[in-house]
Antibody, heavy 115, light 106 residues
C-alpha cells in the first residue's frame, strides 16, 4: 500500500538549516507530483511547496520562497525539503503528501526553531 | 488564490446534517479538495476534484460546486467525524488552503 515516511525534523537555532526527507513506497514515485505541507502549533494547514514527477517544475509559498528548496530523487523514491535561514515561525509539523490534491499523507516530522 | 471557509466552527450532534462552505477568490474550476484533520493524526483527503469521494471514505460525505463556490456536506454526522475540515485549491500554485472549520460536539 501507499506509504510516506518523513524524517529529519529536530530542534534548530534561528538562522540554521535543516533537510527533511520523505521516503515513498507503494506507487510509481516518478509518475506523481509531491508536496510539503506544514502545521504550526495552534494554526491551520499551510501548503509549503510542490514538485512535479520529473522534477522539472516546482513552486513555493511566499512565506518560504528563497529560503526553502524542494527536490526529489526518483531513483531512491525520495522527496526532500532543504530549509535555510530558519525562523521561529517555521516551527511546525511538516508533512509530505502525494499528488497536487494530496491524496495520501505521511505522519509528519516536527521542526522546532528556537534558541 | 485566497480560500475562505464558513463557518469557522460549528457545534453539532450525532445524526445532524452538516454543511461547510468554501469560497475561492478566483475561478478554480473543480480543482478543490477537502481534508479531515484530527489532533495527532495526519490529515486525510475526503473529497477531491470538488465532488469525487476518495476511496474508503463513507458515502455520508459529499462535495459540490465549481468555479468559486464549494460545499462539503456530511449527511448524518457520526462520532468519528468530529474534526477540523479544510478546503484547498489545486488549480494554480501556490495550492492554498482555507483556514479550516472545526466541527465540535454540541
Amino acid at each position: 500500500q501507499v506509504q510516506l515516511v518523513e524524517s529529519g525534523g529536530r530542534l534548530v537555532k534561528p538562522g540554521g538549516s535543516l533537510r527533511l526527507s520523505c521516503a515513498a513506497s507503494g506507487f510509481t514515485f516518478s509518475d506523481r507530483s509531491m508536496s510539503w505541507v506544514r502545521q504550526a502549533p495552534g494554526k491551520g494547514l499551510e501548503w509549503v511547496s510542490y514538485i512535479t514527477g520529473s522534477g522539472s517544475t516546482m513552486d513555493y509559498a511566499d512565506s518560504v520562497k528563497g529560503r526553502f528548496t524542494i527536490s526529489r530523487d526518483n531513483t531512491k523514491n525520495s522527496l526532500y525539503l532543504q530549509m535555510n535561514s530558519l525562523r521561529a515561525e517555521d516551527t511546525a509539523i511538516y508533512y509530505c503528501a502525494k499528488d497536487n490534491d494530496l491524496t495520501m499523507w505521511g505522519q509528519g516530522t516536527l521542526v522546532t526553531v528556537s534558541s | 488564490i485566497q480560500m475562505t471557509q464558513s463557518p469557522s466552527s460549528l457545534s453539532a450532534s450525532v445524526g445532524d446534517r452538516v454543511t461547510i462552505t468554501c469560497r475561492a477568490s478566483q475561478n478554480t474550476n473543480v480543482y478543490v479538495n477537502w481534508y479531515q484533520h484530527k489532533p495527532g493524526q495526519a490529515p486525510k483527503n475526503v473529497i477531491y476534484a470538488a465532488s469525487q469521494l476518495q476511496s474508503g471514505v463513507p458515502s455520508r460525505f459529499s462535495g459540490s460546486g465549481s468555479g468559486t463556490h464549494f460545499t462539503l456536506t456530511i449527511s448524518s454526522l457520526q462520532p468519528e467525524d468530529f474534526a477540523t475540515y479544510y478546503c484547498q485549491q489545486s488549480s494554480s500554485a501556490p495550492f492554498t488552503f482555507g483556514p479550516g472549520t472545526e466541527v465540535a460536539v454540541k
